[in-house]
């Protein structure tokens, strides 16, 4: 069983459109997040949920909204996508302790390529 | 920036051979976590270790943390093929945001 999916693997589309990626644990954990990995490997958090709350936004465009229907899903959606949205979208999960994180569970990442 | 930085960015080294990476942070943290990263799918959790803690072992990798250094380092013994990877550092930096490093490649060459 798979603990952190998300779909799809692979999303190739244009300038201007709008698209989703979808995620789902199944881990009970209660934070999920979202990271970005650009063309260098860099990889940055854009949001964590901690049960169906926001907990952090990391000054990213509004263009990009997270949801979180319950606490096993969070799903990004992106509005008018640009040409450097293109990376690879990485979900996580955490059963974090108070005042410190835990070891993350990642998905296999949803490789988005803006044409 | 608050990332960490790895060093090497590269690392190529002979089966059989220990593999080094280090890591440095700028601010204070409540862990530091190292990861894997084969190519072309997600990061794997590997160790965690607290600011309390100098010191901690899993199978083949050894983890120390400096924290008047700020400084972590991971090492890989008697290298495998299979450790061919990116390593990363992340740091817990508090309010449950872990900040990762931009890695360092791992060759194992047979």
């Known amino acids: 069983d798979t603990a952190v999916s998300q779909t799809p693997k692979y999303l190739v589309t244009q300038m201007g459109n709008d698209k989703s990626i979808k995620c789902e644990q199944n881990?009970?954990?209660?934070?999920m997040y979202w990271y970005k990995q650009d063309s260098k490997k860099f990889l940055k958090i854009m949001f964590s949920?901690?049960?169906?709350?926001?907990?952090i936004n990391e000054t990213v465009p509004n263009r990009f909204s997270p949801k979180s229907p319950d606490k096993a899903h969070l799903n990004l959606h992106i509005n008018s996508l640009e040409l450097g949205d293109s990376a690879v979208y990485f979900c996580?999960?955490?059963?974090?302790?108070?005042?410190?994180?835990?070891?993350?569970?990642f998905g296999e990442g949803s490789r988005l390529t803006v044409l | 920036s608050q990332q960490g930085e790895e060093d090497p960015q590269a690392l190529s080294i002979q089966e059989g051979e220990n593999a080094t990476m280090n890591c440095s942070y700028k601010?204070?943290?409540?862990?530091l976590q190292w990861y894997r990263q084969n190519s072309g799918r997600g990061l794997v959790h590997l160790i965690l270790?607290?600011?309390?803690?100098r010191e901690k072992h899993s199978g083949r990798l050894r983890v120390t943390l400096d924290t008047s250094k700020k400084s972590s380092s991971l090492l890989i013994t008697a290298s495998r093929a299979a450790d061919t990877a990116s390593y990363f550092c992340?740091?817990?930096?508090?309010?449950?945001?872990?900040?990762f490093g931009q890695g360092t490649r791992l060759t194992i060459n047979p």
């Open positions: 270790i607290r600011s309390n803690e």
């Open positions: 601010t204070s943290i409540n862990n």
């Open positions: 996580a999960s955490s059963q974090n302790r108070p005042h410190e994180s835990g070891e993350l569970f």
């Open positions: 949920y901690n049960n169906k709350e926001l907990i």
């Open positions: 992340a740091t817990d930096q508090g309010a449950q945001k872990l900040v």
């Open positions: 881990l009970g954990h209660d934070t």
